[in-house]
C-alpha cells in the first residue's frame, strides 16, 4: 500500500514535466533543445509563476508552439525572446532583465540596505560620544522628598 502511494505522489510530482505535448515537439533533437531552454524562461502568463514549458494551460500551449515556429522559421534564441517580448511585454520573462525602469527595482533592495546599515552606524556612533553622567540613577533632593510622599500614601 505505501509503494503504492509513494509511486501515485512521485508520479504527481512529475505531471508538470508532462506539459509538453508530443504533437508539440519538433522533429530535430537540437531545435527542440533550443525550444525547451527558451522555454523554461519564459513565465505562462496564465499559471504566472510557472514556465510556459511546465505549464498545462492553452496559452502556454500556444507560446511553446510559437516558440517552435519561430526557431523553424531560422530565428536565433534572441530574437525568438525578443518576438515574444514584443508581443506579450517583458512580463512574460520569468528572470526580468536588469535595464531601463526594471533597473530601479533590481538596485533598490541593495540600496536600502546600504542606506539602512549607514544609518544604524551613524546611530551607533552618536551614541557612543554622549558622555555618561555619573549620577545618572541618583534621585534629586526634590525627587526623593516626593518619592518619599507617594510611598506613605
Known sequence: MRFALSLITCLMLALPALAVQPDE???DPKLEERAREISSGLRCLV?????IDDSNADLARDLRLLVRERLVAGDSDEEVVEYIVDRYGEYVLLNPRATGSNLVLWLAGP????F???????YLRRRSQVPETA???VLSQTEAERLREIMDE
Open 135 to 137: 549620577e545618572k540613577d
Open 25 to 27: 515537439m519538433l522533429d
Open 111 to 114: 540600496l536600502m540596505l546600504i
Open 47 to 51: 499559471c504566472r509563476n510557472e514556465s
Open 116 to 122: 539602512g546599515g549607514a544609518l544604524g552606524a551613524l
